[in-house]
């Protein structure tokens, strides 16, 4: 599949216009409204902390959401519905698109070279959503990725 090809159909899965996102990332924010993270697609679907480390990616499931990976291959939870869902089911970061007020969004760093991708863990059964933030900030969620 080409690259275009691979992320028209990506940002449609998402939900996505493809001329408004063709050339951004998605940023993602923690519960209170600061950036913390954005997925990149210029980078296969890399999630980068906003001081440019890269942290996680995101790879579809047969479901239509997006599975969310770590680098050291643990499974961190589920990008569906405009927002990163723990395993318990709770937000721990969402786009602008769905949050109530957000901070602006300062510069982001540059970005660090990727690390290789360790074999994934098997994917837990997606939980019933819950319509609150999670206790584990997105930074912290997203960090157990890297370790």
């Known amino acids: 599949m080409s690259r275009s090809l691979f992320l028209t ?3 449609f899965i998402l939900g996505f216009s493809t001329s408004a996102y063709a050339e951004e990332d998605i940023s993602l924010f923690n ?11 210029d980078d296969e679907l890399t999630i980068y902390l906003w001081n ?9 499931s047969n479901a239509g959401e997006f599975h969310v990976y770590g680098f050291n291959g643990k499974h961190l939870g589920w990008f569906s519905k405009e927002a990163i869902w ?4 709770f937000a721990s970061c969402a786009t602008k698109k769905v949050m109530q007020s957000t901070e602006p969004e300062p ?40 370790e």
Not at 86 to 89: L, N
Not at 119 to 131: C, Q, T, V
């Open 52 to 60: 440019g480390k890269p942290v996680a990616y995101l790879k579809s």
């Open 107 to 146: 510069y982001k760093s540059y970005k660090e070279y990727k690390p290789y991708r360790a074999y994934g863990e098997y994917a837990p059964y997606m939980p019933y959503l819950s319509n609150s933030f999670s206790e584990l900030s997105c930074k912290f969620l997203l960090m157990s990725g890297a």
């Open 9 to 11: 159909a990506t940002l």
């Open 86 to 89: 723990d395993h318990d089911g």
């Open 31 to 41: 519960n209170n409204g600061k950036a913390t993270a954005y997925i990149s697609f």
